[in-house]
C-alpha cells in the first residue's frame, strides 16, 4: 500500500443528478416530474425564497401541510437567485409542486398549502 500516489489524479465519481422522488435524472430529461416520469399525484414541493423571514415561514408552513397529508416526499428549500428565475417567479415567496409555479408573491398558511396540495392532487 503506498501512502502517497504521485502524479495520479483521483478519479472523480460523477453522479446522475438524484430527483426528489428518489429516480436519477438528467435535468435536460424533465417533463411534468423532475424526474422524467408521468406525474400522477405530487412527486415534487418547492418554496423559492431569498431567505428571509417570510420565505422561511412560508417553507416550514409547507413542510406542515405536506406532513399532515401524509406525502412521502421531502420539501425542497431554494434560495439560489438563479434557480428562482429559472422558474420565471419575479416576487417571493413562491411554491412549486411536480415543476410547475403553483403560488407566488404571498405567504399561505399551513392549511393553505393543504387545500393547494389536494386541489392539484385530485
Same mark, same amino acid.
Given at each position: 500500500?503506498? @501512502?502517497?500516489?504521485?502524479?495520479?489524479? #483521483? /478519479?472523480? &465519481?460523477?453522479?446522475? +443528478?438524484?430527483?426528489?422522488?428518489?429516480?436519477?435524472?438528467?435535468? &435536460? /430529461?424533465? *417533463?411534468? $416530474?423532475? $424526474?422524467?416520469? +408521468?406525474? /400522477?399525484?405530487?412527486?415534487?414541493?418547492?418554496?423559492?425564497?431569498?431567505? $428571509?423571514? *417570510? $420565505?422561511?415561514?412560508?417553507? /416550514?408552513?409547507?413542510? !406542515?401541510?405536506?406532513? !399532515?397529508?401524509?406525502?412521502?416526499?421531502?420539501? &425542497?428549500?431554494?434560495?439560489?437567485? &438563479?434557480?428562482? =428565475?429559472?422558474?420565471? %417567479? =419575479?416576487? =417571493? +415567496?413562491?411554491? %412549486?409542486?411536480?415543476?410547475?409555479?403553483?403560488?407566488?408573491? #404571498?405567504? @399561505?398558511?399551513?392549511?393553505?398549502?393543504?387545500? @393547494?396540495?389536494?386541489?392539484?392532487?385530485?
Amino acid at each position: 500500500m503506498a @501512502l502517497f500516489n504521485f502524479g495520479k489524479k #483521483k /478519479e472523480e &465519481e460523477k453522479k446522475a +443528478p438524484v430527483c426528489c422522488c428518489g429516480s436519477e435524472a438528467a435535468a &435536460e /430529461e424533465r *417533463t411534468g $416530474c423532475c $424526474c422524467g416520469a +408521468p406525474v /400522477e399525484g405530487i412527486c415534487c414541493v418547492k418554496v423559492l425564497g431569498a431567505g $428571509c423571514k *417570510t $420565505c422561511h415561514e412560508q417553507y /416550514e408552513n409547507a413542510q !406542515a401541510a405536506v406532513k !399532515a397529508m401524509g406525502l412521502n416526499l421531502e420539501v &425542497e428549500y431554494i434560495t439560489d437567485m &438563479e434557480k428562482v =428565475m429559472g422558474y420565471g %417567479v =419575479m416576487s =417571493m +415567496p413562491a411554491i %412549486v409542486v411536480n415543476e410547475k409555479v403553483v403560488s407566488m408573491g #404571498k405567504l @399561505l398558511k399551513a392549511a393553505d398549502v393543504e387545500n @393547494l396540495l389536494r386541489k392539484l392532487s385530485d
